[in-house]
């Protein structure tokens, strides 16, 4: 054997060991489970039973537009939607809310909100999104 293969043959042999140790010696852990933007934890409820409100706060909506969804410096308020919106363009708004912002009401929230993105959740269930969508527009 030449002294590269030797070397090679070594590196590989202590990977094996060490592999084998970590596996002996391996805890067993809990992992829990995050998911969206802001690596909020999921609730323990299932999905069938977990309504708008609780959806709002898992996906990180309350982080922008206030813990009562009145609003703050980073995200308008969340009240009164049913004035502008209805069940369909919503749930359209949250899955890309991109191709929404070419509206008169959005110029004003880019004037008032500098520098601040709502995210797509174009990747979220879309019955989660109409929960939220009913939350939403029956406050």
Not at 35 to 51: F, Y
Not at 111 to 120: D, Q, T, Y
Request: with cysteine; proline share 5%; net charge neutral.
């Amino acid at each position: 054997m030449t002294k590269p293969q030797i070397w090679v043959t070594a590196i590989l042999i202590l990977f094996i060991a060490l592999f084998l140790l970590a596996r002996l010696t391996k805890k067993d852990e809990v992992h829990k489970d995050f998911s969206g933007m802001n690596n909020m934890p999921m609730t323990e409820e299932p999905a069938s039973e977990i309504n708008g409100a609780l959806l709002l706060k898992n996906f990180g909506c309350l982080n922008c537009h206030g813990a009562d969804l009145e609003g703050s410096s980073m995200g308008p308020e969340l009240t009164g939607l049913s004035e502008f919106w209805n069940r369909d363009r919503l749930i359209n708004y949250l899955r890309n809310p991109n191709s929404f912002m070419d509206s008169g009401r959005f110029k004003e929230f880019k004037k008032i909100f500098p520098n601040m993105i709502m995210p797509a959740y174009g990747n979220k269930d879309v019955k989660d999104l109409g929960k939220i969508v009913d939350y939403l527009l029956g406050l």
